[in-house]
């Protein structure tokens, strides 16, 4: 189990934009997969996006495509996040597949280490 730390701007106005990192225990590249997901209403973790290897393209929700971005470095995974609307208020969390399984990397059971959370409030 790697420990994972999120930071990042928590207020934001919707059409703004924002960025969250989560600095891990150890390099990016070696865990399968880094995820974020957010929680909303509810006790269900929703899918927002991955990446597998630093410096690779990530895949992502589709409420999100063209407004975030997830990028890697180091031991340090990004999401920047644009064009923010009120429905992207949520607690983000960062997790990290470090022991491969045959889940897929979009559900949250394929991570076995996760983040404390950060809330991120979009107002209108």
């Known amino acids: 189990q790697v420990t994972l730390i999120e930071s990042g701007t928590g207020v934001v106005q919707a059409g703004g934009s924002t960025s969250l990192s989560c600095t891990s225990s150890?390099?990016?590249?070696?865990?399968?997969?880094v995820g974020w997901f957010r929680r909303r209403a509810g006790p269900e973790r929703e899918f927002v996006a991955a990446?597998?290897?630093?410096?690779?393209t990530g895949f992502y929700t589709d409420s999100v495509k063209g407004r975030f971005t997830v990028s890697a470095a180091g031991a340090t995974v990004y999401l920047q996040m644009n064009n923010l609307k009120p429905e992207d208020t949520a607690v983000y969390y960062c997790?990290?597949?470090?022991?491969?399984?045959?889940?897929?990397?979009?559900?949250?059971?394929?991570?076995?280490?996760w983040g404390q959370g950060i809330q991120v409030t979009v107002s209108s």
């Open positions: 990446i597998r290897r630093a410096g690779d």
């Open positions: 997790a990290a597949d470090v022991v491969y399984t045959n889940d897929s990397p979009r559900e949250a059971r394929a991570y076995d280490s």
């Open positions: 150890v390099p990016i590249n070696t865990m399968w997969c």
